[in-house]
């Protein structure tokens, strides 16, 4: 079994990973592709296609249980805000082996959903007065 925990929400998922209905967000068995099977919503922007930085979390536990990252995740978290030493993006960050994974998402990015932002993927970042 596998389990992930996404703080400061304090959501735990626990699943197989040989059985998840994977659905395409972000490489299979990533943190979204997880979150978002399992009803917890984890911003993407660019819908899993690591052409953003809105799914940007920081691992702080279980490193060994999740995908080492490639090239092209490097090179877009380095235009991510707080960038730290365990930055991952979420649709590229993938399960290679059960155990528990803890993440947290950044405040900057769990503010701006929280506060009515909703989800930029659907275009609810411009004031509906400026559309």
Request: charge should be negative; glycine fraction near 10%; proline fraction near 4%.
């Amino acid at each position: 079994m596998a389990k992930v925990t996404f703080l400061p929400a304090n959501v735990t998922i626990e699943f197989d990973l040989e059985s998840l209905p994977y659905q395409g967000h972000g490489q299979p068995k990533s943190l979204l592709d997880v979150a978002l099977n399992h009803g917890f919503h984890l911003e993407h922007a660019c819908g899993g296609s690591c052409a953003c930085t809105t799914c940007h979390v920081v691992v702080k536990d279980g490193m060994s249980c999740i995908s080492e990252m490639e090239d092209d995740e490097a090179d877009r978290l380095d235009m991510a805000a707080d960038l730290q030493l365990n930055s991952r993006l979420g649709c590229q960050a993938h399960f290679v082996a059960d155990g528990e994974v803890v993440v947290e998402i950044p405040s900057w990015n769990r503010n701006y959903v929280s506060e009515g932002g909703g989800s930029m993927n659907l275009g609810d970042a411009i004031p509906a007065a400026k559309r």
